[in-house]
């Protein structure tokens, strides 16, 4: 393999690595610029109902305190270990690296003895190594993200119940921990625990939401802490925010019943152009094996990569709302 075959593999490999970067992880730029222009415009509005929303926003980001560390911003690997705690499983930021050099190792050395290419076994290799851990990670996020919010508004309604019936917070937190399965019922323990050692329940309650990054969790916890400072009926208050996750459920629900053919549509048509090539490539390697070799046939190939790979970033993002 040449240099220049060399430097072609090695771009191409990069470009499909940075479009799946920014597909899994990268945050709205159109959404960070809206959210930037509409605090400008309550801070200039002459509107009282613009002002009383801007006095309102500042005393909920104002609420939480200003020692308090939110977790995994302190490195990459503190942010790494963060996501593995949200998976709900008990691995280690050791065993998660030492998988993925093993997944690249196993992978590389297969292509290696179909390819004979170290350059493209190595690039392969690093790819899935990286990218499959990944996604096995984000999948068990997601799945027990889920899992969360379908039974949070039931504990919600646990905890209305037990206000009503004259039973402190502290208690009916302990009530919910113990009778809501899942992963509500294990965040909600580990409150109660903290605020059996001492902790206040604001502290337990933010670092819960910090460690989760779940929206409705953050709204829970806003609630909570703006009733506490401005006092009013909190059961009251806690059954309008159960009847309005249940409704954000639902409408997320819609959306993705509505947006599923396109999801699939485009799944098929981004998969099958590489499942094809890679199943012709594996049953009989010399008739599509000048991909590797031939300069052109390289950049044709690794350009339609990464011109599919901008499609099903473009799709994605279609199909991506935020509620």
């Known amino acids: 393999m040449g240099i220049l075959q060399l430097l072609l593999v090695i771009c191409g490999l990069m470009g499909l690595m940075g479009i799946g970067y920014m597909l899994l992880s990268s945050p709205s730029v159109g959404k960070a610029s809206q959210r930037r222009l509409e605090a400008v415009r309550y801070r200039h509005s002459e509107s009282t109902d613009t002002k009383v929303e801007s006095q309102l926003k500042k005393a909920i980001a104002s609420r939480k305190p200003k020692t308090f560390k939110v977790k995994g911003s302190g490195s990459r690997a503190e942010a790494l270990a963060a996501r593995l705690d949200r998976t709900g499983k008990s691995w280690t930021l050791s065993q998660y690296i030492y ?16 390819t004979g290419s170290f350059i493209l076994s190595l690039g392969v ?19 027990r993200t889920n899992n969360f919010n379908v039974k949070f508004p039931d504990a919600i309604d646990l905890l209305v119940r037990g206000l009503r019936s004259g039973l402190p917070v502290t208690e ?47 709204f829970f916890c806003i609630t909570l802490a703006i009733q506490r400072e401005t006092g009013g ?63 052109r046939l390289i950049v044709i190939g690794l350009g339609g990569a990464v011109w599919m790979g901008l499609g099903a970033f473009i799709m994605a993002k279609m199909v991506s709302f935020e509620i």
């Not at 998988?99 to 179909?114: H, P, Q, Y």
């Not at 113990?178 to 903290?194: C, D, I, L, Y």
């Open 125 to 143: 290799g690093l790819l899935v190594g990286i990218g499959l851990p990944h996604m096995v990670v984000n999948s068990f996020i997601k799945k």
């Open 233 to 295: 009926n909190l059961a009251e208050t806690l059954s309008n925010l159960g009847d309005v996750l249940r409704k954000r459920s639902q409408m997320k629900l819609k959306i993705r019943a509505m947006s599923s053919e396109s999801k699939a549509s485009a799944y098929i048509v981004g998969a099958l152009p590489f499942i094809v090539f890679f199943m012709i490539w594996w049953i009989n390697p010399s008739y599509i094996g000048k991909f590797f070799i031939d300069e």
């Open 99 to 114: 998988t993925s050099l093993g997944l690249a190792l196993v992978i590389a050395i297969i292509m290696f003895l179909r």
């Open 172 to 218: 009916t937190l302990g009530v919910v921990a113990t009778e809501v399965p899942g992963p509500v019922g294990e965040e909600f323990k580990g409150v109660v625990e903290r605020i059996k050692i001492g902790r206040t329940m604001e502290e337990s309650l933010q670092e819960t939401a910090d460690r989760l990054a779940i929206s409705e969790f953050n």
